[in-house]
């Protein structure tokens, strides 16, 4: 490039990593809390709620499930989840090829073993593999990862599933608020498993939520989180009558969730679908200006999804390892951080499963070539719509400068 074309090149100049602010009323509500000093969830006047177990209550109202519970982080809901549905060491747990390192992270920390299934070119599980790999994995639970918000079609999913006897718990780090056909994501499987870490859709730093329609399961959780005896303080918690086993049989694995992050959530949770809309216009300016460039496939949102376009995901499948570096150094050079999942190491938050050396390997062709070309990059709420479109712009710009 000369001097020239280089003065004409457009840029941005916002930050991928820099989230909204939280509103006003969660800054009161934390400083309540800390003018208190009572910030352990079980640390309450008589009578009083405490901030944990209306955070439980709201979040089981939003989510329209029986039971809530909160915890520390979204992979501590998904290792207890996976406990509270009786996994052992040794058993086999199904579960998305292309997700989070916390995902077969919480099945290989109970010493189970993770056994992959491909996912298809729109990133939703491919249901032809999970139908095959019920038969040859004897596995009894499927932990199917939503991963970046890309449900798939959840009845047929639940059909299988139902017909073989698997129990199913979703990860919906990314699909907090989502639906298909009107069903909210999370209430499918018998457990639904929720992040509320500062890069998800409602922000305490760290943080996780598990709802279940299933007393037993609440009630294994809830010991399992670390509540010693005093679970009858639950926000949304079961009867009493529940916790006979689980009290003497769940191990306590200290994951509670504190009363200042709680405090952060509540004021969040009942802005969230204001966000969700925010972040859905975000996602359809970007998405549009994605398409003018022939080269980048995103994937397809079907109508019985409700989306949330927090993040936003397209391929590139004409492009080899150098043409993918060439996108991404021309993007960096317009002020725009894509991450790549088809990089040979892992980097940031972005792995592949070859990476999960604690994972027994296995041949995935299918969801390997995906991951080859597929781009992925952050809508913070803190990025305007124009910003968005802008964005998109400059990439397809980068598209066909480097095609
Ligand atoms: C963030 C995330 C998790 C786990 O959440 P933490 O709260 O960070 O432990 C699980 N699955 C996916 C897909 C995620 O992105």
Known sequence: MDDAARARQRVFTGNFTQQAPLPEAALAAAAQVLSTGRLHRYNLLPGEIGPVAALEAAYRDWQGSAYCLAVTSGGQALQIALRAVGVKPGDAVLTNAFTLAP?????????????????????????????????????????????????????????????????????????????????????????????????????SGEGGLLTTDDAEIAARATILSGSYMLYPRHGAGPDEAAYERARYEMPNLSARMDALRAALLVPQLQALDHSIDAWNARYAACATALRACNGLHLPDRPAQERMVGSSIQFRAPGRDAAGCRALIAGAAARGV???????????????????????????????????????????????????????????????????
């Open 103 to 203: 995902v077969p992270g919480a099945i290989a920390a109970l010493g189970a073993r993770p056994v992959l299934v491909e996912i298809d070119q729109n990133l939703r599980l491919d249901l032809q593999d999970l139908a095959a790999k019920i038969q040859t994995s004897r596995a009894r639970v499927l932990l199917v990862s939503h991963m970046r918000g890309h449900l798939c079609d959840m009845e047929r999913l639940m059909q299988i599933c139902d017909a073989a006897g698997i129990t199913v718990i979703e990860d919906c780090a990314h699909t907090m608020g989502a639906s298909w056909n009107g069903r909210k994501s999370g209430n499918f499987g018998a457990v639904g498993c929720f992040s509320t870490q500062t890069y998800k859709h409602i922000n």
């Open 337 to 403: 951080e894509l991450k790549w999942f088809g990089a040979a190491q892992p980097a940031g938050f972005t792995s592949a499963h070859t990476s999960w050396r604690y994972v027994d390997p296995q041949v995935l062709p299918q969801t390997d070539r995906i991951l080859a070309t597929l781009f992925d990059m952050r809508l913070p709420l803190s990025f305007s719509v124009e910003d968005c479109a802008f964005i998109g712009e400059l990439i397809a710009e980068t598209c066909r400068d480097t095609a």
